[in-house]
């Protein structure tokens, strides 16, 4: 009886699993997208084909096949298959299926493949305490990340392992997707013939945003609250694919590595000086929710490192925008950030701030310096400039032995390059 409760409750769990899991592919052949990894006589679909397969890595964005090969995988495999996620195992609980990956290895010569899912969120000491059994064969090592692995993952761990990049499905993937969720529905017990028009199409690739599991999530919702029409057809057409799909599934952890990516790419279109870039990365940020206080800092630090005297204003606009979003706040602030990032984008760009490395290395490589007696206080031997004709006299203000050492390095734009013009001869040679 026992035993008739536990395939009746099997069945129930895979009946009422979620469509994207009820199609996974069971083989490579079924295996939509990743032709730069996977196409005809790769390395890695040999590997898996002829079992093998060596230590891992799959890093890529959610929905695009990583969970879906190591399934594969595990078809092709004689050995034994073990699955940890990371945020749910612990150290001693890794330290357990070694164990018995040891043994299995000892008592039936047959080999262990540990899949660790989510591998980035492993402490360092969790990582370290698989390097001894990869090392020594008593298992086989994949991870799955989402994040950079290079930055995600041990050094060590890296080292010892494969990596292979995943990428957002293409438009052909995505369609052949669609055409495999219309047959399942048409091969149903209780089938269903569904129509997607063209629009619905289009609409819901570009909102998936690349991910198959987004896609199908929003096709089995779309069917699923659409009635059959006169003919017997599920229509889906542009407005329940908006219905189905209404925001595009942006990769974003404000957490990982995606997050420092995204924020490079903005400050370096500032940069660059390309405010359509700027405005792209600025609107990828406030899509996926992050801290509108987070690109402020950002953005106070470029006016400075990436504008600085070419135009001292820039500062300054930055900062009221910032007191005027903390005023106003979303939606409205929307134009203070845009405002701030499209001021800094198109203004003249000068780093000449960055002088001030150079004077910290002196510091740091020379003894300490005095100052020069008519520098100190109540020198009296101290001229002072505003007591001679155009505010200037020849006097030194350097230390003895730094005198003639010349720290910053004027760029020639905008204000800086004015004032710089203005600078008597002595100042600028």
Not at 28 to 35: H, V
Not at 122 to 141: H, K, R
């Amino acid at each position: 009886m026992e035993s008739d409760n536990l395939f009746s409750n099997t069945y129930r769990i895979e009946s009422n699993a979620p469509l994207a899991d009820k199609l996974r592919p069971k083989n490579l052949d079924d295996f939509f997208g990743q032709e730069s990894i996977l196409g005809h006589d790769s390395l890695l679909r040999n590997a898996i084909l002829n079992d093998k397969v060596g230590n891992i890595i799959f890093s890529g964005p959610p929905g695009v096949g990583k969970t879906t090969l190591i399934e594969i995988i595990s078809s092709n495999t004689r050995s034994s298959l073990i699955k940890l996620n990371a945020v749910l195992s612990s150290i001693k609980e890794l330290r357990t299926e070694i164990a018995n990956a040891k043994e299995r290895l000892r008592s039936s010569n047959r080999k262990t493949i540990l899949f660790i899912d989510e591998v980035h969120r492993f402490t360092s000491v969790q990582q370290d305490a698989l390097l001894p059994s990869i090392e020594n064969g008593t298992i086989t090592f994949i991870g799955a990340t989402t994040e950079n692995p290079f930055f995600a993952v041990n050094k060590a761990l890296i080292s010892r392992a494969r990596i292979f990049s995943l990428l957002p499905l293409n438009k052909n993937d995505l369609k052949k997707i669609i055409d495999k969720v219309i047959k399942y529905y048409s091969c149903l017990k209780d089938s269903k013939v569904v129509e997607i028009k063209e629009e619905a199409i289009n609409h819901l690739i570009k909102f998936s945003g690349g991910d198959a599991r987004n896609l199908i999530n929003a096709l089995e919702l779309g069917i699923s609250i659409t009635k059959e029409n006169k003919e017997n057809l599920v229509v889906i057409d542009l407005a329940i694919a908006e219905d189905s799909i209404q925001k595009k599934n942006i990769v974003y952890d404000k957490n990982g590595q995606n997050h420092f990516d995204v924020i490079s790419a903005f400050i370096k279109s500032i940069r660059g000086s390309d405010p359509d870039a700027t405005l792209y990365w600025l609107a990828n940020m406030v899509e996926a929710g992050e801290d509108p206080n987070f690109i402020f800092r950002r953005l106070l630090i470029s006016a400075c490192e990436d504008i600085g005297l070419a135009d001292p204003n820039a500062i300054v606009v930055v900062q009221s925008c910032c007191d005027a979003f903390d005023r106003v706040g979303f939606p409205e602030g929307l134009f203070f950030l845009s405002q701030a990032s499209l001021y800094l984008a198109i203004s003249p760009k000068s780093n000449s701030t960055k002088s001030i490395f150079k004077a910290l290395e002196a510091i740091k490589a020379t003894n300490v310096s005095l100052v020069p007696n008519h520098l100190k206080n109540n020198a009296s031997n101290y001229l002072n400039p505003h007591n001679y004709q155009g505010k200037w006299l020849q006097q030194e203000y350097l230390p003895t032995d730094l005198q003639g050492i010349k720290f910053w390095k004027p760029k020639d734009s905008g204000w800086e390059k004015n004032k710089y013009e203005d600078l008597p001869k002595k100042q600028k040679s």
